[in-house]
């Protein structure tokens, strides 16, 4: 049996890797050419703690308040897009609590599931720094205090193990550094490690078991007959422009924030749209942050290794682009201090007085990528309505990595006929 996955970031070689192991002979058709995607500038958070969906009571205000500040960590890009338009209405309908109450339990499950198999595959031979240190959600304000203090509760009763902290012992448990916030929530199920690394390691590995590999592979078309795809037709960039095409008995879509556009070429309908997220990774002489934390108010993620500190935020939303929006990459970076004094002082946080300092010195070490958004919140994973033999993997905005062991472990169960490790009717991509 012969599978074609499209998309060459962790969730399409995971899928690889658990669709191989079923005994299915893999071809990854990649964009690009399998060193830069979404899957290398994350934050490495295997992340259990992060439950509930994006469409929630409360973000869509949240969101215009932030619009009017260049330094926030979120923007939309005012274009006229009936793409963004469609997506933005089924996301506004979706930002209910009963929506959050639906999804809960089917992420945690997802989750945890990841994190598990993601530890497993150090058994296939692989290093890339797994480290079970919880992640710590910070807050300074009495209002991110209280809404944090609800999500520990319905974490809590998922069963997740999670601990309040107070200052005084996020100072103890961060001494060097001093934590200037009113406490936190120590979420002690998460885990992390270093993604680069995993997608390096995990290329090779997929290699050594027969995997074919067709970088900068686009995608232009698909050939169907009687509701199933025959042929997947594409263009192998950097060569004579010849269109290829590729026959198979399955065919995977797990190409991130460009799904939704191929869904369409094959006559399905993905309401999808791009997150661009920025992160900069910074060397350090020694490493002085014990925990990966996230600042809840300037929503800021920070992830230590060994010699490297990674920094990440920021959610554009609208049509993919190159563009750097200088001052939220600015903004990410003044926060640090404000949160851990201990950083005031380090020459990543110095000299940020103004726009062309910071692009100087920055320009190097600013990574974007784009997540790619569901309208509700959850990935898609499942076959698609019309298209007997194409499963759907994408959708998983931020939590690409925290979820993509076990989506490729759901994928290559659904594509066998068993089972499912875990229920999956809360991700069918025919939910719209």
């Given at each position: ?29 990649e ?11 994350n ?20 969101g ?30 979706a930002?209910?609590a ?18 598990t ?39 809590r ?19 060097v ?64 422009k ?26 399905e ?14 060397d ?73 300092s ?75």
């Amino acid at each position: 049996m012969k599978a074609t996955v499209i998309g060459g970031g962790v969730i399409g070689l995971s899928t690889a890797l658990y669709l191989s192991e079923e005994g299915w002979d893999v071809t990854i058709l990649e964009r690009e050419n399998l060193t830069d995607n979404c899957s290398f500038g994350n934050m490495g958070y295997l992340s259990p703690s992060h439950f509930a969906p994006l469409a929630q009571p409360g973000v869509i205000s949240q969101g215009i308040a932030w619009m009017f500040d260049a330094k926030s960590p979120f923007y939309v890009r005012p274009e006229l897009n009936i793409r963004l338009l469609d997506w933005g209405i089924k996301f506004f309908r979706a930002c209910t609590a009963g929506n959050v109450a639906r999804a809960v339990k089917p992420m945690v499950d997802l989750l945890l599931l990841s994190k598990t198999l993601t530890a497993d595959w150090q058994k296939l031979g692989m290093d890339f720094q797994y480290t079970e240190k919880g992640c710590i959600n910070y807050f300074q304000t009495e209002k991110y205090e209280r809404a944090e203090l609800e999500n520990v509760r319905m974490g809590r009763d998922l069963g997740l193990n999670i601990e309040v902290i107070s200052r005084e012992q996020a100072q103890l448990l961060e001494p060097v550094l001093k934590p200037n916030v009113r406490g936190g929530a120590w979420y002690k199920d998460d885990a992390h490690l270093h993604p680069n690394t995993l997608m390096v390691q995990l290329q090779h590995l997929l290699e050594k078991r027969g995997v074919i590999f067709k970088k900068n592979a686009l995608v232009v078309g698909f050939e169907k007959n009687n509701r199933k795809i025959t042929q997947v037709r594409f263009l192998q960039q950097g060569t004579a422009k010849e269109e290829q095409e590729i026959a198979g008995d399955l065919v995977v879509l797990a190409a991130g924030s460009w799904s939704d556009a191929l869904a369409k070429m094959a006559g399905e309908y993905l309401p999808m749209i791009p997150g661009k997220g920025y992160s900069m990774t910074v060397d350090v002489a020694q490493q002085a942050l014990r925990h990966p934390c996230i600042l809840l108010e300037a929503k800021v993620a920070i992830t230590p290794w060994e010699h490297r500190l990674r920094i990440g935020s920021t959610m554009e939303i609208g049509a993919i682009n190159n563009h750097i929006l200088y001052p939220r990459v600015q903004g990410i970076l003044e926060a640090v201090p404000k949160f851990l004094p201990g950083y005031a002082q380090d020459a990543a946080f110095t000299a940020l007085s103004d726009e062309e300092s910071l692009k100087k010195q920055l320009r190097e070490k600013v990574w974007y990528g784009f997540r790619p958004l569901s309208a509700d919140g959850l990935p898609y994973i499942g076959f698609a309505k019309h298209t007997s033999n194409l499963i759907v993997a994408t959708g998983h905005a931020m939590l690409g990595l925290s979820m993509a062991a076990a989506t490729g472990k759901l994928v290559a169960e659904l594509a066998t006929n068993k089972p499912t490790t875990i229920p999956v009717a809360a991700f069918n991509p025919q939910r719209y």
